[in-house]
């Protein structure tokens, strides 16, 4: 059975076995997509915030009407939701303690010490910047570059042509710059 | 990024493609396009940001902790699917029978103006409701449990 499918039986019948497929299904991607808007070291709010979003599908399943695709629509609640959390939450940048710092980015053995520390001054920067972007951003970003998912990917679960993802990426990638360099922050 | 020259969004492209940043292929673009650059060196910072972290998974409590949250939704479930069909045969069997009954069977006469008819109505009707809806698992949504958690209604 397919998504709506599944989501028309679990209607019908309340049954939670079709509930249950369906979080099989999307957990993994919604959990991303959550994290990818809450940003690095907020991994336990984005899984209680992928719980709340799975609860509320339940309760709403009955304003499915199959008019988008299952996965839109979950996926926009999921989006949502992690956006509300930012609002709400007083949000901080986690604390990254000096052995985590000494460990990001990946270390090469060639560098000395100061390159190290360098490397990760600039990937805690980067971090922090890739903060202050807007969500849309941020998330593409985040998906990207972090999760390692592709464009088609990435367009799957934004509901989004691959042309306009592509587009995010960029005007993103320059939104960053444009904060790194405000900060000082050059590539090294 | 329709505004873009196509070297630029040549750039662009190649950009996703590949893990580097940099090219002998791009160089004298990369030396006159300050867009470019700053495409070239933001992917740049954001592959090595995250190339020693971990893409997260969710935990392995994910899925008993949602069913704990959503138990007290399942016990009661919509009246849907055999539930109400059950359910329908099981109004239209004990109005039959009622019906049958009431004919074939002299009633004791009640005096409605005792004092505890009243009484017994009261307790009756819900107990009578509360039996039906254990019964047959329904309930009204606007009248169904809600689970712990922030995510409003």
């Not at chain 1, 009407?65 to 996926?75: C, D, H, I, P, V």
């Not at chain 2, 329908?88 to 103006?113: C, F, H, K, N």
């Amino acid at each position: 059975m397919d998504d709506a499918q599944l989501a028309r039986e679990l209607q019908r019948s309340g049954d939670p076995a079709h509930f249950e497929q369906l979080v099989e299904r999307h957990r993994g991607a919604v959990f991303r997509l959550i994290l990818s808007i809450l940003g690095s070291g907020r991994e336990g709010a984005a899984e209680e915030l992928t719980q709340d979003v799975f609860v509320k599908v339940y309760r709403r399943i009955g304003q499915f009407r199959g008019e988008a695709k299952f996965s839109s629509w979950l996926y926009r609640i999921a989006y949502n939701q992690a956006v509300s959390y930012r609002s709400r939450a007083r949000f901080r940048l986690p604390h990254y303690g000096e052995e985590v710092l000494a460990m990001t980015p990946s270390e090469r053995p060639q560098d000395d010490p100061h390159q190290r520390a360098t490397r990760a001054e600039i990937a805690s920067a980067v971090k922090d910047c890739l903060d202050q972007l807007p969500h849309l951003y941020r998330s593409v970003l985040n998906l990207y570059y972090w999760m390692g998912m592709t464009v088609p990917e990435i367009g799957q679960t934004i509901s989004a042509p691959d042309g306009t993802v592509k587009s995010y990426l960029y005007r993103g990638r320059a939104r960053l710059q444009k904060l790194l360099d405000e900060k000082g922050i050059h590539h090294v | 990024m329709s505004e873009l020259s196509r070297e630029c969004e040549d750039f662009a492209g190649w950009l996703l493609e590949s893990t580097e940043s940099e090219s002998p292929a791009w160089r004298d673009h990369l030396e006159r396009c300050k867009g470019c650059r700053a495409q070239a060196d933001a992917h740049s910072m954001l592959t090595s940001a995250f190339a020693a972290e971990p893409v997260p998974e969710l935990s392995d409590a994910f899925e008993s902790r949602l069913a704990r949250r959503l138990a007290p939704e399942l016990e009661i479930r919509p009246l849907a699917g055999w539930r109400r069909a059950a359910m329908v045969a099981y109004i239209v069997v004990s109005l039959i029978l009622l019906g049958w009954s009431l004919r074939a069977v002299e009633l004791p006469t009640i005096d409605l103006s005792a004092p505890w008819v009243p009484v017994a109505a009261l307790v009756a009707v819900p107990l009578s409701l509360m039996l039906a809806i254990r019964v047959s698992g329904w309930l009204p949504a606007g009248l169904r449990p809600r689970g712990p958690g922030i995510v409003a209604a």
